[in-house]
Protein backbone atom coordinates (compact mmCIF):
# COMPACT_ATOMS: atom_id res chain seq x y z
CA UNK A 1 0.00 0.00 0.00
CA UNK A 2 1.09 3.46 -0.72
CA UNK A 3 2.28 5.62 2.35
CA UNK A 4 0.80 8.95 3.15
CA UNK A 5 3.06 12.14 1.70
CA UNK A 6 3.45 14.56 4.66
CA UNK A 7 3.85 16.98 1.49
CA UNK A 8 0.71 16.23 0.61
CA UNK A 9 -0.60 16.38 4.27
CA UNK A 10 1.00 19.76 5.12
CA UNK A 11 -0.79 20.86 1.88
CA UNK A 12 -4.37 20.49 3.28
CA UNK A 13 -3.65 21.15 6.59
CA UNK A 14 -2.32 24.68 5.12
CA UNK A 15 -5.91 25.12 2.76
CA UNK A 16 -7.83 24.36 5.98
CA UNK A 17 -5.94 27.20 8.12
CA UNK A 18 -5.85 29.73 4.94
CA UNK A 19 -8.91 29.10 3.18
CA UNK A 20 -7.94 29.13 -0.36
CA UNK A 21 -5.37 27.29 -2.73
CA UNK A 22 -3.61 30.45 -3.64
CA UNK A 23 -3.34 31.41 0.00
CA UNK A 24 -1.61 28.02 0.84
CA UNK A 25 0.24 28.08 -2.21
CA UNK A 26 2.15 31.54 -1.07
CA UNK A 27 2.90 30.24 2.27
CA UNK A 28 3.95 27.09 1.14
CA UNK A 29 6.03 28.64 -1.84
CA UNK A 30 4.66 25.90 -4.57
CA UNK A 31 2.38 26.86 -7.40
CA UNK A 32 -1.31 26.62 -7.40
CA UNK A 33 -1.32 24.04 -9.55
CA UNK A 34 0.82 21.73 -7.68
CA UNK A 35 -1.12 22.49 -4.30
CA UNK A 36 -4.24 21.63 -6.61
CA UNK A 37 -2.60 17.99 -7.54
CA UNK A 38 -1.56 17.37 -4.24
CA UNK A 39 -5.12 17.81 -2.64
CA UNK A 40 -6.18 15.33 -6.35
CA UNK A 41 -3.32 12.78 -5.20
CA UNK A 42 -5.03 12.95 -1.47
CA UNK A 43 -8.72 12.49 -2.26
CA UNK A 44 -7.61 9.58 -4.86
CA UNK A 45 -6.18 7.92 -2.05
CA UNK A 46 -8.43 8.30 0.38
CA UNK A 47 -10.98 7.60 -1.88
CA UNK A 48 -13.87 10.48 -0.99
CA UNK A 49 -13.69 14.66 -1.03
CA UNK A 50 -11.80 15.87 1.36
CA UNK A 51 -12.49 19.71 0.79
CA UNK A 52 -16.18 21.71 -0.16
CA UNK A 53 -15.13 23.94 -2.96
CA UNK A 54 -17.73 26.92 -3.21
CA UNK A 55 -17.94 30.16 -2.12
CA UNK A 56 -15.22 32.77 -1.39
CA UNK A 57 -13.50 29.96 1.19
CA UNK A 58 -12.24 26.53 1.09
CA UNK A 59 -13.41 24.11 4.01
CA UNK A 60 -12.65 20.65 5.36
CA UNK A 61 -15.33 18.14 4.52
CA UNK A 62 -16.19 15.82 7.51
CA UNK A 63 -13.74 13.51 6.65
CA UNK A 64 -10.95 16.29 5.78
CA UNK A 65 -11.57 17.09 9.26
CA UNK A 66 -10.40 13.46 10.52
CA UNK A 67 -7.69 13.43 8.40
CA UNK A 68 -6.49 16.94 9.07
CA UNK A 69 -6.43 15.97 12.65
CA UNK A 70 -4.53 13.05 11.97
CA UNK A 71 -2.12 15.20 9.71
CA UNK A 72 -1.42 17.96 12.50
CA UNK A 73 -0.15 15.56 14.83
CA UNK A 74 2.18 13.65 12.22
CA UNK A 75 3.41 16.95 10.96
CA UNK A 76 4.27 17.73 14.79
CA UNK A 77 6.00 14.79 15.23
CA UNK A 78 8.05 15.21 11.95
CA UNK A 79 8.88 18.71 12.85
CA UNK A 80 10.08 17.21 16.67
CA UNK A 81 12.23 14.63 15.07
CA UNK A 82 14.19 17.05 12.60
CA UNK A 83 14.58 18.97 15.56
CA UNK A 84 15.90 16.15 17.70
CA UNK A 85 18.39 14.82 14.87
CA UNK A 86 19.98 18.73 14.19
CA UNK A 87 20.43 18.91 18.12
CA UNK A 88 22.13 15.76 17.71
CA UNK A 89 24.54 16.85 14.86
CA UNK A 90 24.98 19.59 16.81
CA UNK A 91 26.17 17.68 19.74
CA UNK A 92 23.56 19.39 22.46
CA UNK A 93 21.45 16.07 22.60
CA UNK A 94 22.79 12.05 22.32
CA UNK A 95 24.05 9.70 23.88
CA UNK A 96 27.12 7.67 24.02
CA UNK A 97 27.96 4.47 24.37
CA UNK A 98 31.05 3.89 26.50
CA UNK A 99 33.19 0.80 27.64
CA UNK A 100 35.66 0.61 30.22
CA UNK A 101 37.05 -1.90 33.03
CA UNK A 102 36.05 -1.68 36.51
CA UNK A 103 39.35 0.22 37.75
CA UNK A 104 39.27 3.53 35.51
CA UNK A 105 35.23 3.07 36.00
CA UNK A 106 35.67 3.45 39.93
CA UNK A 107 38.50 6.27 40.15
CA UNK A 108 38.76 8.13 36.72
CA UNK A 109 34.96 7.73 35.47
CA UNK A 110 33.17 9.59 37.87
CA UNK A 111 35.35 13.04 36.76
CA UNK A 112 34.73 12.71 33.49
CA UNK A 113 31.25 12.36 34.17
CA UNK A 114 30.90 14.78 35.93
CA UNK A 115 32.72 17.25 33.71
CA UNK A 116 30.08 15.62 31.14
CA UNK A 117 27.18 16.67 33.31
CA UNK A 118 28.15 20.00 33.69
CA UNK A 119 29.48 20.86 30.44
CA UNK A 120 26.69 19.12 28.21
CA UNK A 121 23.67 18.56 30.34
CA UNK A 122 21.73 16.81 27.68
CA UNK A 123 24.97 14.36 26.44
CA UNK A 124 24.02 10.75 27.92
CA UNK A 125 26.84 8.42 28.62
CA UNK A 126 26.21 4.87 28.66
CA UNK A 127 29.15 2.77 30.47
CA UNK A 128 29.67 -0.78 29.85
CA UNK A 129 32.23 -2.86 32.45
CA UNK A 130 34.21 -5.38 30.33
CA UNK A 131 37.65 -6.28 29.64
CA UNK A 132 39.94 -4.48 27.22
CA UNK A 133 39.39 -7.79 24.15
CA UNK A 134 35.71 -7.65 24.46
CA UNK A 135 35.62 -3.49 24.39
CA UNK A 136 37.28 -3.57 21.48
CA UNK A 137 35.54 -6.48 19.63
CA UNK A 138 31.99 -4.59 20.53
CA UNK A 139 33.08 -0.71 19.23
CA UNK A 140 34.51 -2.80 16.09
CA UNK A 141 31.31 -4.13 15.51
CA UNK A 142 29.24 -1.11 16.49
CA UNK A 143 27.47 -1.76 19.85
CA UNK A 144 30.06 0.85 21.70
CA UNK A 145 31.38 4.02 20.50
CA UNK A 146 34.20 4.82 22.71
CA UNK A 147 36.35 2.39 25.15
CA UNK A 148 39.15 2.41 27.40
CA UNK A 149 41.69 -0.32 27.57
CA UNK A 150 44.86 -1.54 29.10
CA UNK A 151 47.93 -1.34 26.19
CA UNK A 152 49.47 -2.18 23.98
CA UNK A 153 46.63 -4.09 21.88
CA UNK A 154 46.28 -5.27 18.52
CA UNK A 155 43.41 -3.12 16.58
CA UNK A 156 40.94 -4.02 13.58
CA UNK A 157 42.13 -1.25 10.59
CA UNK A 158 38.85 0.66 11.12
CA UNK A 159 39.66 1.19 15.05
CA UNK A 160 42.53 4.14 15.68
CA UNK A 161 43.97 4.56 19.53
CA UNK A 162 45.06 7.92 21.39
CA UNK A 163 47.05 7.51 24.50
CA UNK A 164 44.99 8.66 27.47
CA UNK A 165 46.72 7.47 30.90
CA UNK A 166 50.02 6.25 32.19
CA UNK A 167 49.35 4.90 36.08
CA UNK A 168 51.84 2.95 37.94
CA UNK A 169 51.52 -0.10 39.32
CA UNK A 170 52.09 0.03 43.27
CA UNK A 171 52.35 -2.82 45.29
CA UNK A 172 49.26 -2.95 48.24
CA UNK A 173 50.29 -4.61 51.48
CA UNK A 174 48.43 -5.48 54.57
CA UNK A 175 49.83 -2.58 57.02
CA UNK A 176 51.84 -3.40 60.38
CA UNK A 177 54.16 -5.90 58.02
CA UNK A 178 57.77 -4.80 57.98
CA UNK A 179 58.50 -3.48 54.41
CA UNK A 180 61.49 -2.68 52.44
CA UNK A 181 61.44 1.20 51.01
CA UNK A 182 60.62 -0.15 47.61
CA UNK A 183 58.67 -3.95 46.64
CA UNK A 184 60.73 -5.92 44.40
CA UNK A 185 59.89 -9.34 42.64
CA UNK A 186 62.17 -11.61 45.02
CA UNK A 187 60.78 -9.81 47.79
CA UNK A 188 56.97 -9.69 46.60
CA UNK A 189 57.37 -13.48 45.92
CA UNK A 190 57.59 -14.40 49.31
CA UNK A 191 54.42 -12.70 50.29
CA UNK A 192 51.12 -14.61 50.37
CA UNK A 193 49.80 -12.63 46.52
CA UNK A 194 46.48 -11.61 45.18
CA UNK A 195 46.64 -11.61 41.35
CA UNK A 196 44.35 -10.75 39.47
CA UNK A 197 41.90 -12.73 37.28
CA UNK A 198 43.81 -14.85 34.48
CA UNK A 199 41.36 -13.23 32.13
CA UNK A 200 42.59 -9.71 32.64
CA UNK A 201 45.83 -7.65 30.80
CA UNK A 202 46.99 -6.72 34.42
CA UNK A 203 47.66 -10.13 35.15
CA UNK A 204 49.35 -10.57 32.22
CA UNK A 205 51.88 -7.60 33.11
CA UNK A 206 52.24 -8.81 36.83
CA UNK A 207 52.93 -12.53 35.63
CA UNK A 208 55.31 -10.99 33.18
CA UNK A 209 56.96 -8.38 35.65
CA UNK A 210 57.82 -11.46 37.96
CA UNK A 211 59.02 -13.59 34.99
CA UNK A 212 61.42 -10.67 33.88
CA UNK A 213 62.87 -11.28 36.94
CA UNK A 214 63.30 -15.25 36.45
CA UNK A 215 60.06 -15.96 39.35
CA UNK A 216 56.71 -17.16 38.65
CA UNK A 217 54.66 -17.20 42.21
CA UNK A 218 51.56 -18.70 42.57
CA UNK A 219 49.01 -16.08 43.98
CA UNK A 220 46.29 -17.64 47.14
CA UNK A 221 43.46 -15.97 45.10
CA UNK A 222 42.56 -14.72 41.83
CA UNK A 223 40.01 -12.00 41.90
CA UNK A 224 38.02 -10.01 39.16
CA UNK A 225 37.96 -6.57 40.60
CA UNK A 226 40.54 -3.84 41.97
CA UNK A 227 38.67 -3.09 44.49
CA UNK A 228 38.07 -6.46 45.77
CA UNK A 229 41.69 -6.96 45.65
CA UNK A 230 42.32 -3.69 47.91
CA UNK A 231 39.70 -5.25 50.55
CA UNK A 232 41.58 -8.77 50.70
CA UNK A 233 44.72 -6.72 51.62
CA UNK A 234 42.70 -4.92 53.78
CA UNK A 235 42.25 -8.11 55.62
CA UNK A 236 45.66 -8.94 55.56
CA UNK A 237 45.03 -11.95 53.10
CA UNK A 238 47.93 -11.03 51.33
CA UNK A 239 49.75 -8.53 49.16
CA UNK A 240 48.70 -7.22 45.56
CA UNK A 241 50.19 -5.62 42.40
CA UNK A 242 47.71 -2.61 41.29
CA UNK A 243 47.59 0.27 39.72
CA UNK A 244 47.65 3.74 41.44
CA UNK A 245 45.04 5.42 39.19
CA UNK A 246 45.66 9.31 40.59
CA UNK A 247 47.86 9.52 43.61
CA UNK A 248 46.79 13.14 44.26
CA UNK A 249 43.27 12.27 44.56
CA UNK A 250 42.99 8.78 45.97
CA UNK A 251 43.51 7.48 49.39
CA UNK A 252 44.41 4.12 50.51
CA UNK A 253 42.72 2.84 53.64
CA UNK A 254 45.10 2.98 56.90
CA UNK A 255 44.73 -0.81 56.62
CA UNK A 256 47.13 -0.89 53.60
CA UNK A 257 50.61 0.16 53.00
CA UNK A 258 51.76 0.98 49.27
CA UNK A 259 55.05 0.72 47.87
CA UNK A 260 56.75 1.85 44.86
CA UNK A 261 57.72 -1.27 42.87
CA UNK A 262 61.31 -1.97 41.50
CA UNK A 263 61.94 -1.98 38.76
CA UNK A 264 58.74 0.17 38.32
CA UNK A 265 55.95 -1.55 36.33
CA UNK A 266 53.40 1.18 34.35
CA UNK A 267 49.53 0.76 33.04
CA UNK A 268 49.00 2.49 30.37
CA UNK A 269 45.45 3.55 28.52
CA UNK A 270 44.51 4.51 25.52
CA UNK A 271 41.13 5.49 23.84
CA UNK A 272 39.71 3.18 20.99
CA UNK A 273 37.29 4.63 18.32
CA UNK A 274 36.18 4.78 15.10
CA UNK A 275 38.51 7.48 12.81
CA UNK A 276 37.21 11.04 14.08
CA UNK A 277 35.52 11.22 10.30
CA UNK A 278 32.89 8.39 11.04
CA UNK A 279 31.99 10.07 14.25
CA UNK A 280 29.29 11.83 14.85
CA UNK A 281 29.50 14.97 17.38
CA UNK A 282 28.63 13.84 20.60
CA UNK A 283 31.04 11.20 20.42
CA UNK A 284 33.83 14.30 19.51
CA UNK A 285 32.40 16.33 22.43
CA UNK A 286 32.45 13.07 24.51
CA UNK A 287 36.39 12.67 23.33
CA UNK A 288 37.23 16.29 23.91
CA UNK A 289 36.20 15.84 27.58
CA UNK A 290 38.28 12.74 28.32
CA UNK A 291 40.99 14.86 26.39
CA UNK A 292 41.05 16.90 29.60
CA UNK A 293 42.34 14.01 32.04
CA UNK A 294 44.73 12.67 29.80
CA UNK A 295 47.65 12.16 31.85
CA UNK A 296 51.01 10.13 30.15
CA UNK A 297 54.02 9.42 31.64
CA UNK A 298 57.12 10.58 29.98
CA UNK A 299 60.70 8.91 29.26
CA UNK A 300 62.01 11.21 32.62
CA UNK A 301 58.54 9.88 34.66
CA UNK A 302 57.19 13.21 34.59
CA UNK A 303 53.54 13.49 33.74
CA UNK A 304 53.34 15.05 30.75
CA UNK A 305 50.62 17.18 31.57
CA UNK A 306 52.82 18.65 34.41
CA UNK A 307 55.53 19.74 32.06
CA UNK A 308 56.50 23.09 32.05
CA UNK A 309 57.16 24.11 28.63
CA UNK A 310 60.50 24.76 27.43
CA UNK A 311 61.58 28.73 27.04
CA UNK A 312 62.97 29.52 23.37
CA UNK A 313 65.77 32.24 23.47
Not at 112 to 134: A, D, N, R, Y
Amino acid sequence: MRQLSLDHLQTLVAIADLGTFSAAAQALHLAQPTVSLHISELEARMNTSLLVRGGRRVTPSAAGELLIEHARRLLRAADEALTAMKLHVEGAVGRVRLGASSGVSIHLLPQVLETMKHSHPELSVEVCILGSSEIIERINQGSLDVGLVSLPQKLPGELVMTPWRSDPFMAFIPAGRPTPEVATPQWLADEPLIFSDPSTHMYQMTVAWFAAAGLSPRGRIELLYTETMKDFVAAGYGAAILPMEDKERIQVAKKVTVLPLAPPLTRHIGIIHHRLSALDHCTDIFLQTLALFRQIQTADGVPAHRRKPKKHP
